[in-house]
């Protein structure tokens, strides 16, 4: 019997790769974003709609599936949103939406998700987050923060789920090239922001990176051999060597040098 996936934010980017690949393999795939008329029909697997910033919407989703297929074997929280600003100027709304489509939204969909799997006396559960989750980065705090809380919460969920045959991981991109810059929430700029000079040249490096990344087929490569493994590890990073290694240079550095290898990367 074909496995059956769910993946959010399959409209765009890692997402849509992803989706479209694991369907390719031979998995039911059903996909999700907040507006799938605005889209073509995926070729190989089926839209739906899930705003994470929606409880109801959450739960229609999978009552949906639910009805159609009776059974969920994986899900992968891949949709998620960016944020940018100084964070001295962010509004407080502002970083809450991003909390909800990061970090509450895929929590609640897990919820959701999870009585099913532990009647099935198994699953699979891969979320999305980010190698900037392992560090503050500048101008990036609330997303950090967002991703990082996810971050955790999977690594406690994993052992509490470990007992109801329910495998989870995360996987920790670097910079991928897809549509991340154009959703991205950007803090009003402050009239003679303090900052401005510095952000702007922050803003310029980041974009840089990402229209410079990877291409998404490579995480969607890399969670089809995850999937089938029987003992996956608790995090995987995927990104240019550099980025993955940042990780690693954190906990051997001290911190103050550490910061000042970030400042420069980021041109402050
Ligand atoms: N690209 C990178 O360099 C990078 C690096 C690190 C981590 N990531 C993470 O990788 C994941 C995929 O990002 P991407 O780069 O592929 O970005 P993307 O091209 O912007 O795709 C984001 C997807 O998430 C969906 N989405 C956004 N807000 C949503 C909400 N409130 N409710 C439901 N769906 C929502 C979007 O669908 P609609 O807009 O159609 O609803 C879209 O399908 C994200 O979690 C991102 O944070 C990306």
């Known amino acids: ?6 993946i959010t934010g399959a409209s765009s980017g890692l997402g849509k790769a992803t989706a479209c690949h694991l369907a390719d393999l031979g998995y039911v795939v059903y996909g ?5 008329n605005q889209y073509e029909t995926p070729p190989n697997y089926k839209l739906i709609s899930l705003d994470l910033n929606q409880p109801t919407s959450i739960q229609s989703a999978v009552e949906e599936l639910l009805g159609e297929e009776g059974r969920i074997d994986v899900l992968i929280n891949n949709a998620g949103s960016g944020i940018i600003g100084p964070m001295e100027e962010l509004e407080i709304d502002a970083l809450r939406a991003n909390f909800e489509t990061n970090c509450y939204g895929p929590l609640l969909l897990m919820q959701k998700v ?6 099935q006396k198994e699953g699979f559960v891969v979320s999305i987050t980010s190698i900037g989750c392992a560090m503050g980065l500048p101008f990036r705090g609330a997303y ?5 809380a996810l971050s955790l919460l999977t690594e406690s969920l994993r052992m509490e789920v470990k007992p109801f045959g329910i495998k989870m991981c995360t996987i920790a991109p670097g910079d991928f090239v897809s549509d991340i810059a154009s959703r991205r929430y950007y803090a009003p700029q402050k009239e003679q922001s303090p900052y401005e000079a510095i952000y702007k040249r ?15 087929e490579v995480i969607a490569h890399k969670i089809a051999r995850i999937l089938p493994q029987k003992n996956p590890k608790v995090h995987y990073r995927v990104g240019a060597p550099l980025q993955k290694f940042s990780v690693v240079l954190k906990g051997i550095l001290p911190s103050r040098l550490f910061e000042k290898l970030l400042l420069l990367f980021f041109k402050n």
């Open 32 to 36: 999700t974003c907040r507006n799938p």
């Open 114 to 119: 999870l009585p099913v799997m532990r009647k």
């Open 202 to 216: 922050n803003l310029a490096t980041i974009d840089a990176h990402v229209s410079s990344g990877i291409q998404p």
């Open 1 to 6: 019997m074909s496995k059956v996936v769910l």
């Open 144 to 148: 950090s923060a967002s991703k990082g």
